[in-house]
């Protein structure tokens, strides 16, 4: 009887162990959005009215306090982002920058992020944003902006850096896919994201990444065209295309008839109004 009882004790542990491997696989491969607040990711280039406007809409009006973060750019001009901002009806401003992950992670550095309500992340290098931010009270309290509801929106640089995996994080060269700067914010779970995609003809350069990290979702992004994130839902906005790699193809006129590459080799185009599962990575149909 004591042997009976061994075994099922066995057979119930060793149960429970596969079932969770089986859900730690399964959460390799899940993509996600924040749980809460919002996501604008900026494919680069001329950014559209509307998209602004949806920025401005999901901070909450031009009277929330706004974050601007420039650091990504070489030589970042503070006096222009404030004056730029101020622009499109923003009138609570504060410019964030720094090169010091000591002053990154001091008390005085990150009080405007306390109360802020929208962060906008520049273009240029998303490496730089890593060196100064990551792993710092900034990066900490960049997670309660989202938690509160608030809005992180980027472009270029600022775009990339939203994702988990850092797509073209190399320091000497911005052709090499995987660098040496591997992990962004993550805002987005489980994603690698490009940009200045069809402008720069680089819509093949995503499957560099993939073929090593295949449980990755990646995204392109092309110029003058954004993507707007709720929870799990992703919907296009803007004057181009959003790239979807995740292995499947989708086409309005449907795809029977048409001779497609390998899976490993496969993407699809999503424009302005189309909608994305992130977490089922299934396009919503309408």
Do not use: C
Not at 29 to 41: A, F, H, R
Not at 69 to 76: G, M, V
Not at 106 to 126: E, I, Y
Not at 278 to 286: D, F, N, Q
């Amino acid at each position: 009887m004591k042997t009976i009882k061994i075994i099922i004790f066995f057979l119930i542990a060793l149960t429970a162990s596969l079932n969770i491997h089986s859900q730690n696989q399964d959460s390799i491969y899940l993509s996600t959005g924040p749980e809460n607040g919002s996501l604008v990711v900026v494919g680069g280039g001329f950014i559209p009215d509307n998209i602004f406007d949806k920025f401005i809409e999901l901070a909450g009006g031009v009277d929330a306090h706004l974050v601007v973060i420039p650091t990504a750019s070489e030589e970042p001009d503070l006096t222009a982002e404030q004056e730029f901002w101020e622009g499109r009806g923003f009138i609570n401003v504060s410019i964030l920058h720094t090169r010091n992950k000591e002053i990154a992670n001091s008390d005085d550095f990150v009080l405007p992020l306390k109360n802020a309500q929208a962060v906008w992340f520049g273009g240029g290098r998303q490496w730089r944003l890593v060196d100064s931010y990551k792993d710092t009270k900034t990066e900490e309290l960049l997670w309660k902006v989202l938690k509160r509801g608030g809005v992180i929106g980027g472009s270029s640089a600022g775009a990339t850096i939203q994702g988990s995996y850092l797509a073209r994080g190399d320091t000497k060269n911005n052709q090499i896919m995987m660098g040496d700067h591997e992990e962004g914010f993550g805002f987005m779970k489980n994603t690698a994201i490009d940009q200045h995609l069809l402008a720069r003809n680089r819509q093949f350069d995503m499957f560099d990444i993939l073929k090593n990290k295949p449980e990755l979702l990646g995204m392109g992004i092309d110029e003058s065209t954004a993507i707007i994130v709720n929870k799990n839902t992703l919907e296009v906005m803007g004057n181009s295309y959003v790239i979807i790699y995740d292995g499947t193809f989708w086409s309005r006129e449907g795809s029977d008839l048409k001779n497609l590459p390998e899976k490993d080799n496969i993407f699809y185009f999503l424009r302005e109004g189309d909608r994305y599962d992130l977490k089922k990575r299934k396009i919503i149909v309408k």
